[in-house]
């Protein structure tokens, strides 16, 4: 299970520094790699909007 980017994201980029996979693009809104992913929830502990959910 991965997470994924909700559209409330803000592209702040938060979550693409915590990432320890590097699985997190840049883009109108992040994007998680879900091949990469480990599920670490680390992306969703530092967003402020709360825009990663686990699928």
């Given amino acids: ?3 994924k980017i909700t559209d409330d994201c803000i592209a702040c ?3 693409q520094a915590e990432c320890p996979t ?3 693009s840049e883009g109108d809104i992040y994007v998680i790699d879900p091949e990469t992913c480990i599920d ?3 992306c969703a502990n530092v967003c402020p909007v709360d825009a990663p959910q686990p699928e």
């Fill in 40 to 42: 670490c929830g680390a």
């Fill in 22 to 24: 590097d699985s997190i």
């Fill in 1 to 3: 299970m991965a997470y």
């Fill in 13 to 15: 980029g938060a979550c």
